[in-house]
C-alpha cells in the first residue's frame, strides 16, 4: 500500500498525493464507512444467549472500510513525511537541523496520538459506543485535514522540475529501469565509453557503469543510489519481525500474569503496550534537547551522529529488549512449574506484570533510534523525486516485518509441535517456550546488527548524513 502512494506522489506531487490519501481516510471513505458499519443495526439478536447476528450488508461494508483505511494510511504516511520535510531548506544549516529535529518531533506526535488512542478510544468502544469510538478519529482526521489546507500559501512545493528539465524521461522509475536494462544488455561491453565512465563516477555498483552507452551519467548516479539502499533496507527486516512482537506475545506474556492494582482492579494486558509509547514520549526530547546537542559538539555533524549510527544502535537495544523478554519468561515459565500450575492454562502466575516494563521501555527506546532512524535515512538518501519511495521502504520494513512473523510462527509451530510435545507457541503459555522465540529473536537481530556495521562502513552517503 505505502509502494502505491509513492508511485502516485511521484506523478501528481506530495501536496496532491497527500491531499487524495487523506479522502481515502475520510470522511465519506474508510473511518466514515468504519463508524457507518457500526451503527447498522444487528438482523437478529438470540435472546438466551445475546449473541447478535451480523448481516451480509454490515460485513461488506466493514471490510470496504479496513480495506480503504489500509489503502490511505499506505500512501498517506509516505507522503506526510516526505512533504513535511520537505519544508526544510537542506542547503540552509540551521533548516538542516532542525529537518533532523522534524522526524524526531513527527514521531514524538505519532506515539502521543496513539498513546491517546489507547487511553480514550478503547474506553469508548468498550464502554460507550464502537459507533462513537470509530467516530472520534473520522472527525479528528476531518479538523486536522481542515487545518493542513490552511496553510496551503505557507508551503514549499518541491516537484522536482528542475531535476527532470533536460532528460529525455521524466519519469524517475522509467529511468532507473533503463539504467538496470541498459547495465544488462551491455554487460559484455568494453567499449572506450564504458571504461573512461568509472573514473567519473561513485566507485560502488561498478556493473551499472556499463549503462552509460545509452544513458547519461547522473541516470547511472541515481540508478545507484537507490540500489544502495537495498542492503540497509534487508538488514532491517529483522527489526521489522521484532516490531511484530509488542501487540502479539508481549500482550500474551502479560495476559497470564498478575495484573492486579488493587482488589478491584487489573491493568487490561493490551495497555501494557501504553509503556512503549510513554518511553518514545519521554525519551525523544531527552535524545533531541540533550543528546544531540552533546553529540553535536564533538562530531560537528547537524544531527549528531549518522543516521546509520542511530539505526545500529537502535537494533542493539532491540537485542537487550528480546534478551530480556527472554530472561523474564524463562522466570515466568519457572514460577508456573514452581507453583503447579503447568497444566492450568487460564491461572494467574503469580509474578507481577512489572516485570515486562523493561523490556517494554527499551522496545520503545530503541524505536527513537531506529524508526526515526530510518526515516530519515530513506528520505535522505534517495533522489529527490523519488523521496515518497524512500519513506516507503521504511513504512514496508514493518509491513514485510509482519508477514515475516507470521511466517516464521508458522514454520515453528509446525516443525515444534510433536505427539506429546506442547510447540513454542502452544496455547498454554505454560508448557510452550516464548523464551525460545525470543532467544531465536536475539540472534537474528545481532547477525542483523554485525550486516549493518559491514554496510555502514562503506556507505557513501548522498549529501548530509
Not at 445475546?50 to 490511505?72: D, E, M, N, P, R
Not at 487511553?119 to 469508548?124: A, E, G
Not at 508551503?155 to 544488462?184: D, L
Not at 563516477?201 to 551519467?217: M, P
Amino acid at each position: 500500500m505505502a509502494r502505491d502512494g509513492s508511485f502516485l506522489a511521484t506523478d501528481l506531487g506530495l501536496y496532491s498525493g497527500l491531499i487524495s490519501w487523506s479522502f481515502s481516510y475520510h470522511p465519506l471513505h474508510g473511518l466514515g464507512l468504519l463508524t457507518f458499519s457500526a451503527t447498522i443495526p444487528s438482523a437478529c439478536k438470540d435472546q438466551e444467549t445475546l449473541v447478535s447476528c451480523v448481516s451480509q450488508f454490515k460485513v461488506t461494508i466493514f471490510f470496504c472500510a479496513l480495506y480503504l483505511i489500509a489503502l490511505g494510511e499506505g500512501g498517506f504516511k509516505a507522503c506526510l513525511r516526505a512533504f513535511g520535510a520537505d519544508q526544510f531548506d537542506e542547503q540552509d544549516p540551521i533548516e538542516s537541523k532542525a529537518k533532523s529535529s522534524f522526524f524526531n518531533w513527527l514521531y514524538f506526535a505519532i506515539s502521543f496520538g496513539i498513546l491517546a488512542t489507547r487511553l480514550v478510544s478503547n474506553y469508548v468502544q468498550e464502554n460507550l459506543s464502537w459507533a462513537l469510538g470509530f467516530g472520534i478519529p473520522c472527525v479528528s482526521m476531518m479538523i486536522s485535514l481542515f487545518f493542513f489546507l490552511l496553510g496551503t500559501n505557507t508551503y514549499r512545493f518541491s516537484t522536482g522540475g528542475e531535476v527532470r528539465q533536460g532528460r529525455k524521461h521524466n519519469n524517475p522509475f522509467v529511468r532507473i529501469g533503463r539504467v538496470f536494462v541498459a547495465a544488462a544488455k551491455n554487460r559484455r561491453e568494453t567499449s572506450s565509453e564504458t571504461l573512461l565512465f568509472p573514473h567519473e563516477s561513485s566507485k560502488q555498483y561498478r556493473f551499472l557503469d556499463r549503462a552509460a552507452i545509452s544513458c547519461d551519467s547522473a541516470e547511472v548516479e541515481e540508478a545507484k543510489s537507490v540500489l544502495s539502499l537495498v542492503p540497509v533496507w534487508m538488514c532491517c527486516l529483522v527489526f521489522g519481525i521484532v516490531y511484530a512482537q509488542s501487540p502479539t506475545f508481549f500482550t500474551k506474556q502479560g495476559a497470564t500474569m498478575d495484573r492486579s492494582i488493587s482488589s478491584t482492579f487489573s491493568v487490561p494486558a493490551a495497555t501494557l503496550q501504553g509503556f512503549i509509547s510513554v518511553s518514545i514520549l519521554v525519551f525523544i526530547p531527552i535524545y533531541d534537547r540533550v543528546l544531540v546537542p552533546i553529540a553535536r559538539s564533538i562530531t560537528h555533524k547537524p544531527a549528531g551522529i549518522t543516521t546509520l549510527q542511530r539505526i545500529t544502535t537502535g537494533i542493539f537495544l532491540s537485542i537487550l529488549s528480546m534478551v530480556i523478554a527472554a530472561l523474564v519468561e524463562m522466570k515466568r515459565l519457572k514460577t508456573a512449574r514452581d507453583h503447579g500450575l503447568v497444566d492450568s492454562p487460564n491461572a494467574t502466575v503469580p509474578m507481577s506484570v512489572c516485570w515486562l516494563i523493561p523490556q517494554y521501555v527499551l522496545y520503545g527506546v530503541s524505536d527513537v533510534f531506529t524508526m526515526v532512524g530510518l526515516q530519515e535515512f530513506f528520505y535522505g538518501q534517495i533522489p529527490v523525486e523519488l523521496r515518497s519511495l524512500g519513506l516507503s521502504m521504511y513504512l514496508s520494513v514493518i509491513g514485510i516485518g509482519n508477514y515475516l512473523s507470521s511466517f516464521m510462527v508458522s514454520v515453528i509451530e509446525k516443525a515444534t509441535s510433536q505427539p506429546g510435545q506442547a510447540s513454542w507457541f502452544d496455547n498454554n503459555l505454560n508448557q510452550a517456550h516464548l523464551d525460545y522465540f525470543y532467544w531465536l529473536l536475539a540472534c537474528l537481530s545481532s547477525i542483523s546488527f554485525v550486516s549493518l556495521v559491514y554496510f555502514a562502513k562503506s556507505y557513501v552517503y548522498n549529501g548530509p548524513k
